[in-house]
Nanobody, 123 residues
Framework: QLQLVESGGGLVQPGESLRLSCAAS????????IGWFRQAPGKEREGVSY????????FYADSVKGRFTISRDNAKNTVYLQMNSLKPEDTAVYYC????????????????WGQGTQVTVSS
C-alpha cells in the first residue's frame, strides 16, 4: 500500500527554521515527482516546491524561493523541505504528494497525498 507520512512541523518564531520530512512506503520515491503543498485557514491549497523523479530537478514558488530547499534521500526513501527564515505567512498545514506523471505544482497532477503537518510561525 502506497503511503506518505509527513513530520517535522511545529511552532517557531519568525526567522527560525524547520525541516519537514516526507517518508514513503510501498513505493520508491525517486520514481515519482514529489511536491510540497500548503493550505492556510480560509485559503486555497498552494504549491510550494517539487522535485522531479529521476534526476531530481527542483522548482519553487516565488513566495518561498531562496528560503526553502527541497531534497531527496533515496536511501531513506524520504523527501525533505528545509524551511529557513520563516515568516508568519508561512503558517499552514503542509502536505507532501506523489505524482508519477507530475511535472508542475498543479495539485491535480498528484495522486497520493499525506495527512499533513502543521507549521505555525508566530512570535
Amino acid at each position: 500500500q502506497l503511503q506518505l507520512v509527513e513530520s517535522g512541523g511545529g511552532l517557531v518564531q519568525p526567522g527560525e527554521s524547520l525541516r519537514l520530512s516526507c517518508a514513503a512506503s510501498g513505493f520508491t520515491l525517486d520514481r515519482y515527482a514529489i511536491g510540497w503543498f500548503r493550505q492556510a485557514p480560509g485559503k486555497e491549497r498552494e504549491g510550494v516546491s517539487y522535485i522531479s523523479k529521476g534526476v531530481g530537478s527542483t522548482f519553487y514558488a516565488d513566495s518561498v524561493k531562496g528560503r526553502f530547499t527541497i531534497s531527496r534521500d533515496n536511501a531513506k526513501n524520504t523527501v525533505y523541505l528545509q524551511m529557513n527564515s520563516l515568516k508568519p505567512e508561512d503558517t499552514a498545514v503542509y502536505y507532501c504528494a506523489a505524482g508519477f506523471f507530475a511535472t508542475t505544482l498543479r495539485s491535480t497532477e498528484y495522486k497520493y497525498w499525506g495527512q499533513g503537518t502543521q507549521v505555525t510561525v508566530s512570535s
